[in-house]
């Protein structure tokens, strides 16, 4: 029987009076990239930063390896994150910054899986020079860096492949492959369908805080042909568009 890693129980979550997630229910098992897709607006980060414990949600609960998640709990250890942008230290060099967010924690340095994860992140003697002069994508790239080191059972990912040309989206994609194939599970949110379409096993479609479809790709993607044409019939933005 494959282990549930990524659990989430009638999540719920509202800000103000608003709800930008209603009732969210999702399951990533071992071995599974399981693409989170929506609208923006669909709730896509909220879920996610639930699923971290960094946000509180108002009704449900969320597991990770099978235990409970709160801000700081042991098990996010286990985890890979990219979440909200980098949090990085301008005036520090890219390896600084690394074994910074590595070594905040007590941890021993280097970490198991550095090699693998400066050679997915690409940036050469970059990665000796001070993050100021970083573009947005060896920012990404670093911070990738950042959540793949650690040698993780889980993967997060909101948008990993912002700012990543052709290339780098295309080694990120086989980075990510590979993990699942050891055991790894994968939860990725992103606007790249054709991308999506050549990464994902699962995917999950949420639309107002609510989930709309969630499967293995080849149900959902059935007779559409594409996972783009199957997902804008499901979330019904080009009805949307058409109706402006």
Same mark, same amino acid.
């Given at each position: 029987?494959?282990?549930?890693?990524?659990?989430?129980?009638?999540?719920?979550?509202?800000?103000?009076?608003?709800?930008?997630?209603?009732?969210?229910?999702?399951?990533?098992?071992?071995?599974?990239?399981?693409?989170?897709?929506?609208?923006?607006?669909?709730?896509?980060?909220?879920?996610?930063?639930?699923?971290?414990?960094?946000?509180?949600?108002?009704?449900?609960?969320?597991?990770?390896?099978?235990?409970?998640?709160?801000?700081?709990?042991?098990?996010?250890?286990?985890?890979?994150?990219?979440?909200?942008?980098?949090?990085?230290?301008?005036?520090?060099?890219?390896?600084?910054?690394?074994?910074?967010?590595?070594? #905040? &924690? =007590?941890?021993?340095?280097?970490?198991? %899986?550095?090699?693998?994860? @400066? +050679?997915? /992140?690409? $940036?050469?003697?970059?990665?000796?020079?001070?993050?100021?002069?970083?573009?947005?994508?060896?920012?990404?790239?670093?911070?990738?860096?950042?959540?793949?080191?650690?040698?993780?059972?889980?993967?997060?990912?909101?948008?990993?492949?912002?700012?990543?040309?052709?290339?780098?989206?295309?080694?990120?994609?086989?980075?990510?492959?590979?993990?699942?194939?050891?055991?790894?599970?994968?939860?990725?949110?992103?606007?790249?369908?054709?991308?999506?379409?050549?990464?994902?096993?699962?995917?999950?479609?949420?639309?107002?805080?609510?989930?709309? #479809? &969630? =499967?293995?790709?080849?149900?959902?993607? %059935?007779?559409?042909?594409? @996972? +783009?044409? /199957?997902? $804008?019939?499901?979330?019904?933005?080009?009805?949307?568009?058409?109706?402006?």
């Amino acid at each position: 029987m494959t282990a549930t890693m990524i659990s989430a129980e009638h999540l719920t979550k509202r800000y103000g009076r608003r709800p930008v997630v209603r009732d969210l229910s999702l399951a990533v098992e071992a071995g599974q990239v399981c693409a989170l897709l929506g609208p923006n607006g669909a709730g896509k980060t909220s879920t996610m930063r639930m699923l971290l414990g960094l946000s509180t949600p108002d009704g449900g609960r969320a597991r990770l390896l099978g235990e409970p998640v709160a801000l700081g709990a042991p098990v996010l250890r286990r985890v890979g994150v990219l979440i909200d942008g980098p949090a990085l230290v301008p005036h520090l060099s890219g390896r600084a910054n690394l074994r910074l967010l590595w070594s #905040a &924690a =007590g941890r021993h340095w280097p970490p198991p %899986g550095l090699d693998a994860a @400066l +050679e997915l /992140a690409g $940036l050469g003697d970059a990665l000796d020079r001070k993050v100021r002069g970083y573009s947005m994508g060896m920012r990404q790239r670093l911070m990738l860096a950042q959540a793949l080191m650690r040698q993780p059972e889980v993967l997060i990912l909101d948008e990993p492949a912002n700012g990543l040309d052709p290339a780098e989206v295309r080694a990120l994609r086989e980075r990510l492959a590979t993990l699942a194939r050891q055991g790894a599970a994968v939860l990725v949110s992103s606007h790249q369908l054709a991308e999506v379409q050549q990464l994902a096993t699962h995917v999950v479609v949420l639309r107002h805080g609510r989930l709309v #479809a &969630a =499967g293995p790709l080849a149900d959902l993607v %059935g007779t559409a042909g594409s @996972l +783009e044409e /199957a997902y $804008l019939t499901m979330t019904g933005e080009e009805d949307e568009r058409a109706a402006r």
